[in-house]
């Protein structure tokens, strides 16, 4: 059979195709984690939660931004958080259009218990590196996504 591509054209020596690889793993990773920790939240809820406890009383919009998701996911996202009353939504009162949306108690004793548990797997992809080899990982991964921009 003919090859197609040269070797460094094959995925697996592609940092994109890699980083995607370590994404995927790390999710199931986090996931494994907070099921154990019995959460009852998602990845992704987690990562909305948090960034509403960090930016209290931000739109829907700036969560989604933040959070890099598409506003529908957001919407949903958030819904299923109010559900739970771990936030909740109120109308902007300098935009009637918008809402801000705001932690609860309930929401921030939750964050208090899990973020032990969040902190022992997003310590997993970088075991055994080295402070100064972690610095450049960061970098090169900030050069990365402002090559994007």
């Known amino acids: 059979m ?6 460094a054209e094959k995925l697996n020596r592609l940092p994109v195709f890699l980083m ?15 099921k154990a920790a019995q959460a009852g939240i998602s990845v992704d809820q987690w990562i909305v939660l948090k960034q509403v406890s960090e930016n209290n009383g931000c739109s829907q919009v700036e969560i989604a931004q933040s959070t890099v998701k ?19 939504k109120q109308l902007d009162p300098n935009d009637r259009r918008k809402y801000m949306v705001f932690v609860t108690d309930k929401g921030l004793q939750l964050i208090e218990r899990l973020l032990p548990v969040v902190q022992s797997y997003r310590k997993l992809p970088v075991k055994g ?17 402002n090559n994007l921009k």
């Not at 003919?2 to 070797?7: A, H, S």
């Not at 598409?70 to 909740?88: G, H, M, S, Y």
């Open 70 to 88: 598409d506003a529908p996911t957001t919407t949903r996202t958030i819904d299923q958080l109010v559900n739970k009353e771990l936030i909740e």
């Open 129 to 145: 590196f080295l402070k100064e080899e972690q610095d450049t990982l960061l970098q090169l991964l900030n050069r990365m996504l």
């Open 2 to 7: 003919k090859q197609i591509f040269r070797p």
């Open 20 to 34: 995607e690889q370590v994404v995927k793993q790390y999710r199931q990773e986090a996931q494994k984690a907070l």
